[in-house]
């Protein structure tokens, strides 16, 4: 005797239910269907069609479940009373026909409880690759869907702290170890992804900073800073000839790339103390190394760079985030002032005739910054130094940059009112005195 044909969706002939498909749109469509599938794979459908159910419908002679969806799922239920038809074993995976339409078919499944095809769409989507709108779309539909639709989310949960810390060691190490050029966009990657991972935003940073992240921070930076300040000492021993050949010169404006970003990690973990103080022992020899290849076509580039890096310091030492002493903040005013009032010109023009003009172009805000920390860091000197400092501001012929007018103002209204100050302070304290 020959086994019976499998039964088939849509034949007529042979089924003995309607499963009727309406939207609120008016959409209205009948699929000709087989009770023993329905009841087999779909809980919803055998609760339907059970003799509990009181409005199954009869229509054409046959039973009739009405399903009501939405416009945008109508697809997904065809899809899935035709899946009721197929032997689901894993091995099928062509059938979803992509992320999208699986979570389309997964939504009804779980609406119609139907297990199997629910556990085959898990184990597809568990297993494919998301594209950031599916995974938004994922992180709606899957938590209300139960343990069997957890390992869905697995590459999605919270990550154990001590595989962030492993991370987060593994490429700060990396991101400060002065790769080859050819893993530059890597350790640029690396670089990105550590400062996204301390960055507070709309949610908390992935990794709180103990002593001990810190401590690793500030090994790891200062490893890259004794490498450059070997560089320095290497071109400004050798020939100049040599010294400032193109590879030489894009390896040291690497270096100041790479002390840049530092300097943004240390600033977030409030570790730069250590940064800065380096920074003002290296000074001479950095305006030194520069200065001597001023005839390099790279030079403006090179500039671009140590402005940038010297700013962030300069900054946080003419703001007290880094508290120097006196003889040192002289000294960075005296090195840094004429490096930057000179520099300025050189890249205003150099942007203005060069081909690379954005690359080359440093922001307007920077050197505003610049200028408001110079005044900062003059303000906070004695004032024997500052009258030095105004008389040969006064006299340069950059006096547009940096304008230190607010400084001037500052020290003639200080040094007007000195003696009158002093006069009052030791009256005062000589009152206090003969009231004591």
């Known amino acids: 005797m020959e086994s019976p044909e499998p039964s088939r969706i849509g034949d007529r002939s042979t089924s003995d239910v309607v499963v009727r498909l309406r939207t609120h749109e008016g959409r209205d469509d009948w699929f000709y269907c087989h009770s023993l599938i329905l009841i087999e794979k779909s809980k919803y459908f055998a609760d339907r069609l059970s003799e509990d159910w009181p409005t199954c419908q009869i229509l054409d002679s046959r039973n009739c479940v009405e399903v009501y969806c939405e416009e945008s799922d109508f697809d997904h239920h065809v899809n899935f009373l035709r899946l009721l038809y197929v032997v689901i074993d894993g091995s099928l995976e062509d059938i979803w026909h992509g992320v999208k339409n699986a979570l389309g078919i997964l939504r009804v499944s779980v609406e119609l409880e139907c297990a199997q095809i629910v556990s085959a769409c898990a184990n597809y989507l568990e297993a494919m690759p998301w594209e950031e709108a599916e995974e938004d779309e ?202 930057v009032r000179i520099t300025k010109p050189l890249i205003d023009s150099a942007t203005t005739n060069s081909k690379d003009a954005q690359e080359l172009k440093i922001d307007g805000e920077l050197w505003q910054s610049l200028e408001s920390t110079f005044v900062s860091m003059v303000l906070t000197l004695p004032s024997e130094d500052q009258a030095e400092i105004l008389t040969e501001w006064l006299g340069n012929e950059n006096i547009h940059y940096p304008d230190f007018t607010e400084a001037f103002e500052v020290w003639c209204y200080r040094s007007k009112v000195a003696k009158r100050r002093l006069a009052d302070m030791l009256g005062n304290h000589g009152m206090a005195n003969s009231i004591l």
């Open 138 to 339: 994922i992180l709606k539909i899957i938590p209300g869907m139960g343990l069997k639709a957890q390992p869905i989310l697995a590459r999605v949960q919270p990550v154990n702290p001590t595989a962030v810390l492993r991370i987060f060691l593994s490429a700060i190490k990396f991101a400060t170890s002065s790769p080859p050029s050819a893993m530059n966009d890597l350790k640029t990657s690396a670089q990105e992804q550590l400062e996204y991972m301390l960055t507070e935003d709309d949610d908390a940073p992935l990794l709180t900073a103990d002593q001990d992240v810190k401590f690793e921070v500030k090994e790891c930076v200062k490893r890259l800073f004794t490498r450059f300040t070997n560089m320095l000492e290497a071109l400004l021993c050798g020939p100049v000839e040599s010294s400032y050949e193109k590879g030489k010169m894009q390896s040291f404006q690497s270096y100041l790339s790479d002390l840049s970003w530092a300097f943004q990690i240390l600033n977030k973990l409030e570790i730069m103390k250590e940064f800065v103080n380096s920074w003002v022992g290296a000074s001479d020899k950095i305006v030194l190394v520069v200065e001597q290849a001023s005839s390099v076509a790279e030079i403006i580039e090179t500039k671009s760079k140590v402005i940038e890096v010297a700013a962030k310091v300069l900054e946080a030492i003419g703001y007290g985030n880094v508290i120097l002493p006196t003889a040192k903040r002289l000294h960075m005013v005296k090195v840094w002032l004429p490096f």
